[in-house]
């Protein structure tokens, strides 16, 4: 009986832990990661393929927030992720003439060996970037409203696209090790 009794409580508890299909989900999370980055490295991608169909109210109001604005037959994307855009040539420039580098952890550095005389332009660079990633990073995720889980998801997604695009072919780096994605 007791036994029983233990199963039915694991049972009923595994089903409350179980997460809505209305809530943000993993590879809802971990798609959206790679769209802004890929968007803010220069890649051409639709803000509809964020735009799920049934997808619940926290990847609905991230694709609203990702279809940014039209000029004319042009999208534009929301304004952050633009300055990233618009940011991505001059720094792809700094991390091939490698005076900045990725720090392994999805950020960049100034790289140690940068001449003094462009140490400030560059920290205006990075300053400028990391606070666009941190800014776009807590946007998307008070707008998809995760659980701890899907925001670790998101997080590693991140990252690992991060790493990937700083340190990609394009920006003059060997290419990083595959991640599925």
């Not at 279809?67 to 792809?92: A, K």
């Amino acid at each position: 009986m007791i036994r029983l009794l233990a199963l039915v409580l694991t049972v009923l508890s595994a089903g409350c832990a179980a997460r809505p299909t209305s809530a943000w989900q993993p590879g809802q999370a971990e798609a959206a990661a790679w769209w802004i980055e890929d968007v803010a490295h220069g890649l051409p991608r639709d803000p509809a393929e964020l735009d799920l169909v049934a997808a619940g109210p926290g990847a609905g109001r991230v694709a609203q927030w990702a279809s940014g604005s039209r000029f004319g037959e042009r999208w534009v994307p929301p304004r952050r992720l633009d300055s990233r855009l618009m940011r991505w040539p001059t720094l792809r420039s700094a991390l091939v003439e490698q005076q900045v580098v990725p720090d392994g952890q999805g950020g960049l550095a100034i790289a140690p060996g940068a001449p003094p005389a462009r140490r400030t332009a560059l920290s205006a660079l990075v300053e400028a970037e990391l606070a666009d990633r941190v800014f776009l990073d807590g946007l998307v995720l008070v707008l998809g409203a995760p659980d701890p889980e899907v925001e670790r998801v998101f997080h590693a997604a991140a990252r690992s696209a991060r790493r990937m695009h700083d340190l990609s072919p394009a920006a003059g780096m060997p290419p990083a090790a595959p991640t599925g994605h």
